[in-house]
């Protein structure tokens, strides 16, 4: 799989476990395994580069400086996940290689929250 697929599926995957967050609690299975797909997408790229970033920029979204290309078959999963970090005024994330599985968990739960701005 090439890095720009991978990159889409990244965002898919944090999109799709916070879909999941907001309708589960956190110990159900749904959640676990979106957790795990989600981090074996991740892990790699933090071994490789150090860090993951996303940012948003005029309604472009780029992983680690690289624009995610919207297609038709993950328009609404990137539309949703810019809109939310567009509503909480959030330009960018940054994961570094060190962090724990049940961190990127928290930032997730917190994200999802209604009343967070």
Do not use: C
């Not at 907001?22 to 933090?46: F, N, R, T």
């Not at 624009?67 to 330009?91: V, Y």
């Not at 994200?111 to 701005?117: A, G, I, M, Q, Y």
Request: proline content about 2%; overall charge negative.
């Amino acid at each position: 799989m090439e890095k720009r697929e991978i990159d889409e599926k990244i965002v898919i995957s944090l999109q799709a476990l916070m879909n999941n967050i907001k309708l589960y609690d956190k110990g159900h299975p749904a959640i676990q395994k979106s957790l795990s797909e989600l981090l074996g997408l991740i892990k790699p790229k933090l071994e490789e580069d150090g860090e993951l970033t996303i940012t948003l920029r005029s309604w472009y979204l780029y992983i680690n400086g690289m624009r995610i290309k919207i297609k038709t078959t993950n328009f609404l999963q990137l539309k949703n996940f810019m809109e939310l970090l567009s509503e909480k005024d959030i330009g960018g994330i940054v994961i570094n290689q060190n962090v724990k599985d049940e961190e990127v968990l928290f930032f997730l739960e917190l994200l999802t929250k209604e009343d967070l701005h």
